[in-house]
């Protein structure tokens, strides 16, 4: 059975850290593009960040560049979201998502979500101010 599960979230102050963990069963890690999703209550799904299989290219939306950094583990099936300086609008319940790799990059429509076909079950992050 394939399964995605996501760990680390948690309540943190505005310009702590969190690390995000998702661990991969079912499924070779590095067959898979890797991404991280959130989703606030009332708002939007939204493509934070993606990996390719090999790890060797990332990319990040505007609202979280520069702060949180996307990697992975092939050799223990788990990919990471670090995350610092978090905001209070960073709150949301975050997923991790895989697609079966084309080639060793995120496709240029990624951060809709859509051709992500496993996905995990969320784990919160609630930052306070």
């Known amino acids: 059975q394939v399964q995605l599960v996501e760990s680390g979230g948690g309540l943190v102050q505005a310009g702590g850290s969190l690390r995000l963990s998702c661990t ?12 991280w999703f959130r989703q606030a209550p009332g708002k939007e799904r939204e493509g934070g960040s993606c990996i390719s299989w090999s790890g060797g290219s990332t990319y990040y939306a505007d609202s979280v560049k520069g702060r949180f950094t996307i990697s992975r583990d092939n050799a223990k099936n788990t990919l990471y979201l670090q995350m610092n300086s978090l905001k209070p609008e960073d709150t949301a319940m975050y997923y991790c998502a895989a697609v079966l790799a084309l080639y060793d990059a995120c496709s240029a429509s990624w951060s809709n979500g859509g051709e992500f076909g496993v996905w995990g079950q969320g784990t919160q992050v609630t930052v306070s101010s």
Do not use: N, P, R, V
């Not at 991969?24 to 991404?35: C, F, N, W």
């Open 24 to 35: 991969a069963s079912g499924l070779t890690l590095d067959d898979y593009t890797m991404a």
